[in-house]
């Protein structure tokens, strides 16, 4: 079974800190996303990577930036923290290939900034 | 550029109801289509997917059939169970491109 893993399941940081939210796959997937979940406005793209040390901006990257040292390892890092980042944060991996390939979630990091 | 929209939620039904929920995309091309469920708590999970024109995808009981001709990809259950109370949602991928995702639905069902 494919595994993505995440760093936190929960996560409470203050405003003005560094956040460093880290994920990981065990499948060889040379694809790997990063989102943020809200409610209403569903699932939106931060973030994107089709391999190592390879970054593309996704639709609200502001705020945010990537590091990809590894192909296994995508981590989202958010240089200052805003209250208004409090959120959902999903990752995913996907093997490349056609436009059937299956994407595949972490169980996801719930990020309070206070 | 590519959309999805799906019916707005939440739905509510009681146990062995039979399900609707609708998704329809827009799309230059033919991609492929997706449902993700997501239970209380977790990450998304793949439920079934549909990769050409008059596919049918399912998987636990749930099926949805490519429509090309009305561009849509409604996903259907006979009888829900308290247990698929979850949050489904639609998207679509044409090639390399990225997953267009709807705002997914929320359903809850009683006992």
């Known amino acids: 079974d494919v595994k993505v893993t995440q760093s936190s399941r929960y996560l409470v940081k203050r405003t003005g800190e560094k956040v460093f939210l880290e994920c990981v796959q065990d499948?060889?997937?040379?694809?790997m996303f990063w989102y943020r979940q809200d409610p209403g406005l569903g699932l939106r793209l931060i973030y994107f990577s089709y391999d190592v040390k390879m970054k593309e901006k996704g639709d609200i990257p502001e705020g945010y930036s990537v590091s990809r040292e590894k192909k296994e390892r995508f981590s989202l890092i958010l240089e200052s923290a805003s209250t208004n980042q409090t959120s959902m944060y999903l990752c995913a991996s996907r093997p490349s290939g056609g436009a059937g390939e299956t994407q595949y979630f972490g169980p996801g990091t719930r990020l309070l900034v206070l | 550029g590519d959309s999805v929209t799906q019916m707005e939620g939440p739905v509510t039904l009681s146990e062995e109801a039979f399900l609707t929920i609708n998704c329809t995309y827009t799309?230059?091309?033919?991609?492929?289509l997706f449902w993700y469920v997501q239970y209380p708590g977790e990450g998304l999970q793949l439920l079934l997917k549909?990769?050409?024109?008059?596919d049918k995808g399912s998987n636990k009981g749930f099926e949805a059939t490519y429509r090309k001709e009305t561009t849509s990809f409604h996903l259907e259950k006979g009888s829900v169970q308290v247990s698929d109370s979850a949050v489904y949602f639609c998207a679509s991928r044409q090639g390399a491109q990225k997953l267009v995702f709807g705002q997914g639905t929320r359903l809850t069902i009683n006992p």
């Open positions: 499948m060889d997937h040379e694809n």
């Open positions: 549909a990769t050409k024109a008059d």
């Open positions: 799309a230059t091309g033919y991609p492929s």
